[in-house]
């Protein structure tokens, strides 16, 4: 099935520092979301963009829903060790069928 | 609000057997449930979308006789793994979608399913 494509793979830092990944696609999409997926559980939703230019921010986190519709990035800002896990973009291209369509993950492991 | 719980949560099985996962919208009314599958240190993949009362829509590769989904109340849909075999085992993720807090548009997950066939 189709993916957007995600990077880094995987981020290995030390806490208090700064995270930047991104998603990008071929395909333009209406919306973007951005999960957190610890092991064994479900994706937990961190943020959601809705128009294009649009910058989000949940705490510690922004996120930016880029202009051609067609990437987004994440920042986590002064990283702790709760924030290990792996995140995923995932975008929704809207319409009858209205399927979100995932990233391909990126680990995040913060040292303390 | 708008939490999924999904039963079991692990679930280990013969070669052969048949296995059904539930998934349940708690506290809102779910008109559409998707189900998703992720393998091992990979991304969530669709395999169906079903909506209450109507028959599920499969993804291309998935096959619709071998993963049987009902979806009979707007807070229950089941995902039936038929003649399961090794090659099944993985993570099994429902969400849903409906009539909850927030934009309509939103899919809340459940926590997962861990389908081990031996």
């Known amino acids: 099935g189709q993916q957007l494509n995600q990077s880094p793979q995987s981020m290995f830092i030390q806490e208090g520092e700064d995270v930047s990944m991104n998603c990008t696609s071929s395909s333009i999409f209406n919306t973007w979301l951005w999960y957190k997926q610890d092991p064994g559980e479900g994706p937990v939703l961190l943020i959601a963009l809705y128009k294009a230019g649009e910058l989000t921010s949940n705490g510690r986190l922004t996120a930016q829903f880029g202009i051609t519709r067609k990437d987004s990035f994440l920042n986590i800002s002064a990283s702790i060790p709760s924030d290990v896990g792996i995140y995923f973009c995932a975008g929704l291209n809207g319409g009858a069928t209205n399927k979100l369509i995932f990233g391909t993950g990126t680990l995040l492991a913060v040292q303390p | 609000g708008a939490v999924v719980s999904q039963h079991p949560s692990r679930v280990i099985c013969k070669s052969g057997t048949s296995v059904k996962i539930e998934c349940r919208s708690l506290d809102f009314q779910a008109t559409t449930m998707f189900w998703y599958r992720q393998f091992p240190k990979q991304s969530l993949m669709l395999m169906a979308t079903s909506n209450e009362g109507s028959k599920a829509t499969y993804e291309q590769g998935v096959e619709k006789d071998k993963f049987l989904i009902n979806h009979a109340s707007l807070t229950l849909s089941t995902l039936t793994v038929t003649s399961a075999h090794p090659e099944d085992s993985s993570f099994y993720i429902c969400?849903?979608?409906?009539?909850?807090?927030?934009?309509?548009?939103?899919?809340?997950f459940g926590p997962g399913t861990r389908l081990t066939v031996l």
């Open positions: 969400s849903a979608k409906g009539l909850a807090s927030g934009s309509s548009d939103t899919q809340y």
